[in-house]
């Protein structure tokens, strides 16, 4: 059984896409809205879950993280999230800036 996200969250969407391609079904027992409750949940041995390393990571006294071989290489669309209406701040032109060179 699975912890996951709930349905719309894009770490699910790659988890489905993930088992889909391989051709694995599964079956979500809990879904959570938020990173700590899932780590939370797994440690609590409700179910696994599949998350990026740095995630598995943040609780070594509850949660093991074990590699799953194989995976496809996922991209992710990092998007910047600003006030509607409002003239971009300094801080936040300079961070577009720096994302758009590359850093």
């Known amino acids: 059984m699975f912890v996951d996200f709930h349905r719309g969250f894009g770490a699910r969407e790659v988890t489905e896409e993930e088992c889909?391609?391989?051709k694995l079904s599964r079956r979500v027992a809990v879904e959570v809205n938020d990173v700590h409750s899932l780590l939370d949940f797994v440690g609590a041995g409700l179910g696994v879950a599949v998350v990026p390393?740095?995630?598995?990571?943040?609780?070594?006294?509850?949660?093991?993280a074990v590699p799953l071989t194989g995976a496809?290489?996922?991209t992710?669309?990092?998007w910047?999230?600003?006030?509607?209406?409002r003239p971009t701040s300094?801080?936040?032109?300079a961070?577009?800036?720096?994302a758009q060179l590359g850093g």
């Open 53 to 64: 390393r740095p995630i598995a990571r943040k609780r070594p006294n509850q949660v093991r």
């Open 72 to 74: 496809s290489a996922y």
């Open 90 to 93: 300094p801080p936040a032109t």
């Open 95 to 98: 961070l577009l800036r720096q």
């Open 76 to 78: 992710w669309q990092v």
């Open 80 to 85: 910047v999230a600003l006030p509607a209406g």
């Open 20 to 22: 889909a391609g391989r």
